[in-house]
């Protein structure tokens, strides 16, 4: 009688379908600068923080909003990992690539920075209160500190909104990486001129700078 109880469960259970997770998939964004470094400068080491997001967006779950004040999460369409530590990993690799720094660190360096970059992600989610014109909506507060005294140097809100090109998820996300693109893009060129006004500063405190070394590195040459 065990034996035959025994052989009906392993059939059964042999029967049974194998658990998928619920089909559930992961994105990534894959936003990267795709163009020559800038000139570089030799004072400037930036740390970047890891940013904070606002807590209607604080989950890995895609984020559709569908009314005025109606949001919904998409439980089998998330992010790998937390869109914060995503955003920031793509912001620091970004501004690294960029050649503005002399050097970008890297969490739990032991380096001593001359600047803090720091970031609120606002809004993150796809706009589909239009059905006839989804779209990706990004909005990051970005502020750039400088460490000897604490003061800010810049603080700038960006926004970028991009196309849903078809009702799916890897569309959402091909939007949003070209909303973290725009954004990017425009910190980068809001940071030529900040930057350099501090290298400039800084030069001067230190009493060893020299028109000549504009040649080098120089406001006129990061554009």
Do not use: H
């Not at 890891?50 to 004040?69: A, H, I, Q």
């Not at 109606?70 to 995503?86: A, H, K, R, V």
């Not at 350099?196 to 500063?201: L, Q």
């Amino acid at each position: 009688m065990l034996k035959r109880l025994m052989i009906v469960i392993m059939v059964i259970s042999g029967c049974a379908p194998k658990r998928t997770a619920y089909n559930q998939r992961n994105f990534v964004l894959e936003a990267s600068r795709n163009r020559p470094p800038q000139k570089i400068s030799k004072e400037i080491i930036l740390d970047v923080q890891s940013f904070n997001v606002d807590t209607t967006f604080s989950t890995k779950s895609l984020v559709y909003r569908k009314g005025p004040s109606e949001y919904e999460t998409d439980f089998y369409n998330q992010f790998l990992i937390g869109p914060d530590d995503m955003i920031t990993e793509k912001t620091r690799s970004w501004l690294s690539e960029s050649g503005l720094v002399k050097l970008v660190l890297e969490p739990g360096s032991y380096i001593d920075a001359t600047n803090m970059l720091e970031g609120n992600i606002i809004a993150l989610y796809g706009d589909f209160r239009d059905d006839s014109s989804p779209k990706a909506t990004m909005k990051i507060s970005i502020f750039l500190i400088e460490i000897s005294d604490k003061s800010v140097v810049f603080a700038k809100t960006y926004e970028a909104a991009s196309e849903i090109k078809s009702q799916t998820a890897e569309a959402l996300v091909e939007a949003f990486d070209n909303c973290l693109r725009q954004i990017l893009t425009e910190l980068e060129k809001d940071l030529i001129e900040k930057l350099w006004n501090f290298w400039y500063i800084l030069k001067n405190k230190k009493g060893n700078y020299s028109e000549n070394e504009d040649d080098e590195t120089g406001k006129d040459t990061w554009k």
